[in-house]
């Protein structure tokens, strides 16, 4: 069974930090790209940073360019998230995603999903 879990969202002052974790299991982790999209209230769910299957391309989203900083372990099957200098505009569900293409442009690019995990950054 593939399974993608998120952990360490929670509520934060603007400024603060927060390191999410998204744990993988059930698929061969490190043929895929790994994303990190997010989804705010009456909004549609974005692109913020994926990462390729050998930590050579990374990319973000230019909101969180300079702020945000993604890696993964392969011999863990773990991608982390280190979000500093938050702002309340970062609160959101926080999904990770794997796939076949290093892309930010489409959630459709992505085969499996997280359940995601709240970020809530207070002003």
């Known amino acids: 069974e593939v399974q993608l879990v998120e952990s360490g969202g929670g509520l934060v002052q603007a400024g603060g930090s927060l390191r999410l974790s998204c744990a993988a299991s059930?698929?061969?982790?490190?043929?895929?790209?790994i994303a990190w999209f997010r989804q705010a209230p009456g909004e549609e769910r974005e692109g913020v940073s994926v990462?390729?299957?050998?930590?050579?391309?990374?990319y973000y989203e230019d909101s969180v360019k300079g702020r945000f900083t993604m890696s993964r372990d392969n011999n863990k099957n773990t991608v982390y998230l280190q979000m500093n200098s938050l702002k309340p505009e970062d609160t959101a569900v926080y999904y990770c995603?794997?796939?076949?293409?290093?892309?930010?442009?489409?959630?459709?690019?992505?085969?499996?999903w997280g359940q995601g995990t709240q970020v809530t950054v207070s002003s």
């Open positions: 995603a794997a796939g076949g293409i290093v892309s930010l442009e489409s959630s459709l690019f992505y085969d499996y």
């Open positions: 059930g698929f061969t982790f490190d043929d895929y790209a």
């Open positions: 990462i390729d299957n050998n930590s050579i391309n990374i």
